[in-house]
């Protein structure tokens, strides 16, 4: 199957986007998410805490076709973008049709030196949490993996 990249939009585009009916899917892990994410997002992490390090979830995409349509349309977003382009790419690889990548993240983009390149989600001072909305959590999202109804039809 042939996957195209999936479009890069910036965080003023995707609360846009999201007032017209696209989900936000916040790849981070659970302990970033839990810090800060934007206001109505859907916590599903790409890769997790383990005692060595980062790891893959294995789980992610079973709990994506287990709680999101396919034709739902989702804006992927993480803290400064690289998690999300990988996720957003294997969504898209998976049939999720419609896919874009919130390039700037929730923190921003930023040099080497650590200067901001691209300011996020947080900086641009769109609507943020700490919460999670009900049923958005990723224990709320494996909980209905587990024999629930879908999130989002």
């Known amino acids: 199957m042939t996957t195209t990249r999936p479009r890069a939009i910036d965080p003023h585009e995707a609360l846009a986007l999201m007032r017209e ?6 790849v981070r892990s659970v302990p970033e998410f839990d810090a800060g994410h934007p206001e109505g997002a859907y916590n599903l992490p790409w890769r997790e805490p383990s005692p060595g390090g980062m790891r893959d979830n294995p789980e992610f995409l079973n709990v994506a076709r287990a709680t ?21 790419t294997a969504l898209l690889a998976d ?39 009900a049923g958005r959590s990723y224990a709320a999202l494996c909980a209905q993996r587990r024999g629930t109804p879908r999130v989002i039809d």
């Open 21 to 26: 009916g696209y989900l936000y899917v916040d």
């Open 68 to 88: 999101l349509a396919r034709s739902q349309p989702l804006i992927v977003g993480c803290q400064a973008s690289a998690r999300a382009l990988a996720a957003a």
């Open 95 to 133: 049939g999720y049709p419609h896919v874009l990548h919130q390039a700037a993240g929730y923190g921003g983009v930023r040099d080497p030196f650590g200067r901001v390149q691209q300011p996020g989600w947080q900086a641009c001072g769109l609507p943020c949490a700490t919460q999670a909305s």
